[in-house]
């Protein structure tokens, strides 16, 4: 039986219960106020009751000395455990601006950031491996012709960035996945191989939207890697309270998030999301922000009725070579700076873009833009009514149109009030764009005298004109 100091001094007490534990190769530790202990390769969470009931087993156990000689520890009163367990979070606090430890963590190595295997210490904090081992010399064959039999060979590229960025652990590049194709196109077994590649534990699983607008939603993806949406269904009522969310995520943005009967945990999320889907997705997010983020690959080819039960554990064996192949898209991604998708991807992401806001639809199908392109807006106004009620799209309020169109194309769209000079009214001017087909467009600056009336000398000075701006009562 250990002798250890007596119910009078908690803090050796606890110092002492600190360093019999990672002496035995079990360490804790206390981070976000969670308790972890490190077995192995992994450190694993542990319930605070389980944390209470080991230490006060061990207290059962041990002895003090008493006038020389050693008698049982205690007494064992209530307050004396919670008094050596605040002071055992004290001492074995990890602070919550410590991140996980960057890199990928197998079943015998852990690679560090410039993705070079080392050996496990407690010092390296992860919370989940995988179950696969490094092998530098693995090669992935029957993979790569699974995957050129669904793909094409420029998408092929595309994951092989993709991955590589995952096992990378980077999120700075501010991008997510998103597969589109036919059922049992192989969606789904690509959604279990980043798994698998990165390890089960490192995966948190999105079945519906609305987990965005929940109270503890987000709770999930706290020490997660990757976050995986297997079939989302973009018509959902609850798109609209997701955008803002994955926007927010996957910018890299320090946020709150609720945990159930816990303290709300501060900091960034470093997952990466990946969504397949059947559809194109369709998005409420009128400055396309979410579409710019997104890069795509596209199966055509269904399997259904012709799949291959055995696929996924060939796969399996392959994991080894699957992560060498994917270190090398690593490496191409980080001498290029960005993903470089193919033309599939960049057009895809492009109808994202103009199907998460209509207006851009009807700037491409109905008006011009250009330096010196104008409109009045009222005028521009009726022609987007018309244009919603052709294809069945709800109209906006002028206002809001204006203030859209200024956003989606800061910086080329600009608002100009102008008085108009025979009757003082002031109207307002789209600058930028202008109605197709409008006679007074032109690629050059529009000439013209814009006020046929001497301003009032009692009246204020006009608002500044721009020269493109014609005057619509002029000759």
């Not at 205690?74 to 991140?99: C, F, H, Q, V, Y």
């Not at 050996?119 to 064959?141: H, K, L, M």
């Not at 690593?330 to 960049?346: C, D, H, N, P, T």
Request: charged share 25%.
């Amino acid at each position: 039986m250990p002798i250890i100091p007596g119910p009078s001094r908690p803090y050796d007490v606890a110092r002492t219960y600190l360093d019999e534990r990672a002496g035995a190769g079990e360490p804790l530790a206390l981070w976000r106020d969670d308790w972890y202990t490190h077995r192995g390769a992994v450190w694993e969470p542990v319930d605070r009751r389980d944390v209470r009931a080991d230490l006060v087993r061990w207290l059962d156990d041990a002895e003090m000395l008493a006038d020389g000689r050693p008698v049982p520890w205690g007494p064992i009163r209530d307050k004396t455990i919670t008094d050596i367990l605040a002071l055992l979070g004290d001492l074995a606090l990890r602070r919550a601006s410590e991140g996980p430890t960057v890199g990928m963590f197998l079943a015998d190595v852990w690679l560090n950031a410039d993705m070079e295997p080392r050996e496990y210490t407690p010092a390296v904090w992860n919370t989940s491996v995988a179950s696969y081992r490094w092998d530098v010399r693995a090669e992935c064959p029957r993979t790569l012709a699974w995957l050129s039999d669904i793909l094409s060979a420029a998408d092929v590229e595309v994951l092989r960035q993709w991955l590589g960025y995952l096992v990378s652990g980077r999120t700075d590049l501010q991008k997510m996945l998103v597969m589109i194709g036919p059922p049992r196109s192989g969606k789904g077994t690509l959604l279990w191989l980043m798994e698998e590649l990165l390890g089960p534990g490192s995966t948190a699983s999105v079945a519906k939207l609305s987990v965005f607008a929940e109270t503890f939603g987000l709770e999930s993806f706290l020490g997660k890697r990757l976050v995986v949406m297997p079939d989302v269904r973009w018509t959902s009522q609850h798109t609209a309270d997701a955008v803002p969310e994955i926007l927010s995520i996957t910018g890299c943005d320090a946020r709150d998030v609720n945990r159930k009967n816990k303290t709300t945990w501060h900091g960034r999320l470093a997952v990466r999301f990946v969504a397949a889907s059947n559809d194109t997705p369709s998005m409420a997010d009128a400055s396309g922000a979410l579409a710019g983020r997104m890069i795509t690959i596209t199966m055509s080819k269904s399997f259904l009725g012709k799949e291959d039960p055995a696929l996924r554990d060939a796969l399996r064996e392959e994991l080894p070579g699957i992560l060498q192949w994917a270190l090398g898209g690593l490496r191409e991604l980080e001498r290029a700076g960005r993903f470089v998708e193919s033309q599939e991807s960049v057009e895809a992401r492009e109808e994202m873009r103009r199907s998460a806001n209509p207006l851009f639809l009807f700037i491409e199908d109905d008006c011009v833009k250009g330096p010196y392109a104008c409109v009045l807006l009222d005028t521009l106004y009726e022609r987007y009514e018309s244009w919603c009620r052709k294809w069945g799209y709800s109209r906006l309020p002028a206002h809001i149109v204006s203030r859209q169109l200024q956003n989606t194309y800061r910086g080329e769209i600009t608002t100009e009030r102008v008085r108009r000079p025979s009757d003082g009214v002031r109207v307002r001017w789209l600058r930028g764009v202008t109605l197709r087909m409008d006679p007074r467009y032109s690629q050059g600056p529009l000439t013209g005298i814009l006020y046929l009336e001497p301003p009032v000398p009692d009246e204020p000075v006009p608002d500044p004109v721009p020269d493109a701006v014609p005057d619509e009562y002029g000759p």
